[in-house]
Structure formats: C-alpha cells, structure tokens
C-alpha cells in the first residue's frame, strides 16, 4: 500500500472532522489542500468537490478565523474554541475546533480538528445536576438530623396547649375572651402543622408503600381543593394518561406532596393575576411515570430557584410560610427513589417535574396510553367545608 493510500486510509478513519487549508497574512482561508470524509460531511461535499472549492463560497464556523483570533492563534500557534454547528436539519450541535498554524513552503497553513462534544456536554450537565442534588440531600441531612429531637420536644406542651384551649372553649361564655381562646387555639395548631412538617422532614414516620395508582392519588388530592379552587378562580386541567401503570407509594405522602404544590400554585396565581390554570399531567415513561405540575402564575426568578428545596427558605410573607413545605416534599419524592425537577421563568409561571419509578406493577402488558382532559372551572360552586380552612404550607 503506498504512502498516500495509507495517509487517506488513516484520515478517513478519524473519528474527528480534520482539514488543511492556506490562510492570508490577515488568517482568512485561500485554499483548501485536504480534508477527511468527516469534514466533508460536516461541510456538505464531497472530497473531489471540497478541494476544487473557491474558499468564499464555504460558510461554515470551522473556517472563520476573527481577527482577534488570529492575533492569538499567531501568538501561540494553537487555539481551541467551541461554537454551535447548525447541520442540515437545522439541528444545532456543539463543536469543539482545534486551529495549529504552521508554516509550509512559506505560506502560512492551518490544521483544523472539528470534534462533536455533545455526549460529553449531556454528561456535564448530569453532573453539575447530580452534584446540585448531592448537596442538596446532603443539606437536608444535616438539617433532618436537628430537628427529630426539636419536634419530639415542641409537640409535647403543643398537645397540652391544644387540650386546654378546647376546654377553656366549651366553659367560656363571654364572646370576646372565645375569641381570643380560638386565637390561642388556631396558632397553636399552625404550630402543630409546623413540628409535622418537622418531623415528616427528619423522616420520623415509616412509609407505608402499597401499590396505587397516581392517577387516583391526583383525582382525590383535586377534590380536597375543589371548592377553594373554584373561589379563586383557578381552572384546573387534567390530562391524565389511561393505562397508567400502578407502583409501590405511599398514597397520603405523596398527596400531601400535590397538595403542597398546588396551594403554592394556587397562592401565586392568586396573588398575580386573581385567577389562574393548573395543568396537572401524567404520562408513560416506561421504567417510570412522570407527573407534571404546571401553574401559569408569576414564575420564579434564577436566584430563589436555586433555594426553593433548601429547608427554611420561603419568600411568603406575614408569618404564613414555614420554608418546610418544598424541603419536605423533596424528601417524600427521593424516599420513593423518585426525582423532582423545577422549571421555571419570571412572568412565564413555573412547573415541577415529579418522576416516580415503577416497582411491582401488576400490569404485564401495557395498552397504549390514551390522555382524557378533565377541567375544574367556576362554573360549578362546590359546597365551603365544614372545617376552617388551614394554612397553606410552603
């Protein structure tokens, strides 16, 4: 096999784009000298077409060499930058290019590697996530570790506090001191909800997993809602997938994480626009079923993102929030070995993204999922309850 034939062989099986141009003293391309079957994909020709090439008429990133670039690529012979490479079908895909200047004959030439990084910008973006959700966990650990023995102490004089306030209730008879009684009585189960949050947040409880439906979970969780949905304008759209594939939960743990996010919703919407819509959604995904909550209210800005799973942390104001509600759901959601995702935009609302693994289903075959919409609106006024209304959690 001659030289030539060898060196062809050895570019054409490089997994890297490469190409060999002549550039002008100001480092635009002059002529094309050679380029791999990569390149010439990446470009768009073939090999004959690629070298017969009057170097204007090509428009890819690759060659387009700005002065400032130049000045360093002179400097240091070398260069590595990335850019985007829009593809024929209009896909924008990152790249990775890598200039060599060297000297042949005189003239100035450059050595081109184009290389797709795209695996290895997915695998950055899953580790920045899996570090953010290591010290995440890891911070919730901490916190969980304090607060066991903080609510085994509060909840004790909580109960006396409870206890008293109800009998001092049935023997007052003068209007004005019932009222500050039902005060007392009212703070003191806002307290209560409070060392709850706190000991659901430490884990103190054992799950109760037993095969459910998420469907059923979400249907039951609306109707505690209904009426206060409806006061405040808020429609409520169900697209839940039919066919849904059944899972080991704990049914009232992760109602109690829907509850907490929909009167989050329900508040932020409310507080914005006095109306709203929530789209509650559930689909397939095969390995496991994903659940979207979706609000469109006033979207959360970059910076409280980062900090709306922290434990303690909550923008609500009045005392009305304890900064335990997200923590606890995030927690509920990993002890069911579950992921839960934010998404979100100042002015564009903001959506939570629950993925639950699937474990023991009882369904061997699976029929295709339909989706059927159910909408809550004001049209039909549900009954108030008989209960006062609670305080909604973070």
Known sequence: MEKEELFHLFLDNMLDAVAVYE????????????????????IGYTHEEFLDLVTVDVNFEGFNINQTLWLE????????????????????????????????????RVF??????????????NQRRLEKDLNL????????ALTAGVAHEINSPLTSILGFSERLARKCTSEEQHRDIE??????????????????????????KKLCGL??????????????????NIVVELE?????????????????????????????M??????????????????????IIEDNGPGISPEIAERVFDPFFTTKEDSRGTGLGLSVCYGIIMEHDGKVQLESKLGQGTRFIIDLPVKNSKIPQRKPSKVVVVKVNAKTRAKPPKSLPQNPPD
């Open 270 to 291: 409310y507080q914005a626009h006095g109306r709203g819509r929530l789209l509650i959604k559930t689909e397939d995904m095969g390995n496991f079923i994903r659940m």
């Open 23 to 42: 550039v002008s003293p100001e480092g635009k391309p002059v002529k094309f000298m050679e380029a791999n079957e990569q390149m010439c994909r990446y």
């Open 73 to 108: 690529l002179r400097e240091s012979r070398y260069l590595l930058s990335e850019c985007l490479h829009k593809t024929k079908d209009n896909i924008s895909v990152p790249i990775e290019i890598h200039y060599h200047l060297f000297q042949l004959d005189g003239r100035n």
């Open 183 to 208: 005060r007392i009585h009212t703070e003191a189960l806002r307290a209560a909800k409070v060392v709850n949050n706190l000991r659901t947040f430490a884990r103190s409880y054992e799950q109760e």
């Open 215 to 232: 469907n059923d979970v979400i249907r039951k969780s609306i109707e505690l809602r209904e009426y206060e949905l409806v006061i405040q």
């Open 137 to 144: 966990s890891s911070r919730l650990a901490s916190v969980g």
């Open 240 to 268: 839940l997938a039919e066919n849904l594939p059944a899972t080991l939960m704990d049914f009232y743990k992760i109602q109690q994480v829907l509850i907490n996010m929909i009167l989050n919703a329900e508040q932020a």
């Open 112 to 125: 081109t590697t184009i290389r797709d990084i795209s695996e290895r910008k997915k695998a950055e973006e």
